[in-house]
């Protein structure tokens, strides 16, 4: 397995991604709307799930399709978490991650080129205020997508969430779609390069709406996207 993973399966993740960043990054010379860099992304985290070969099942697939601009909140177990939710969800959407991520080579160029949203998390402060990017894409019409945990799951358990999702979802009254992912932390855990192909789960949870609640409520929110999630990694039906 170990050689498979090593000879095919990883160095086609490395030239897909070297490719369609490459694609990525041309497209972002012509285009300023982001629409055309998703789409590269897309058909990359298409040959990326390819290359895992591990089956995907989604579940609650109707609330990926949504009127209008939401938040969505996941669990990260891994670096084929991206893969998986940009190969699901319909539809354009931007990113909220770490700034340190924007110095990596292709990776980083394609978050910058498409109008991803970096998140400062070197204090309390800073991350308050990156957060103002996500709220102003948000109220633009603009969905996001958040890990709350903030970074992936050393050994597959959940992790304790960190208050953006909910505060953007709040200080722009826009819903949170709950998602749970299970079997992306077995296939490629951290700090491991060799793909352990297994099957894989998508649970997408209904909407949580916040029309009339203030950021004092911020804390209960996260708590309930934690259990949500939670609850749907529990879930066997």
Known sequence: M???SNLLQAPVLGLATAIFGSMALTASLWNRTGRVQHRIARLWARVSLWSAW???TVMGREHLRTDGPVVFACNHTSYMDTPVLFSTIPGQFRILAKKELWKLPF?????NRSGQIPVDVSSARAA????S???RALRE???VFVFPEGGRTPDGRLQKFENGAAYLAIRAQV???PIALSGIHELLPMHTRH???TPLRMRVGAPIATAGMTVREVDALTERIRATIAEMLESTE
């Open 195 to 197: 793909y352990w192909p």
């Open 128 to 131: 308050l205020s990156s957060l």
């Open 141 to 143: 019409g603009m969905s």
């Open 175 to 177: 819903p949170i779609v």
């Open 54 to 56: 591990s089956p995907l």
């Open 2 to 4: 170990r050689l498979r």
């Open 133 to 135: 990017g996500g709220v």
């Open 107 to 111: 990776i980083g160029w394609y978050l």
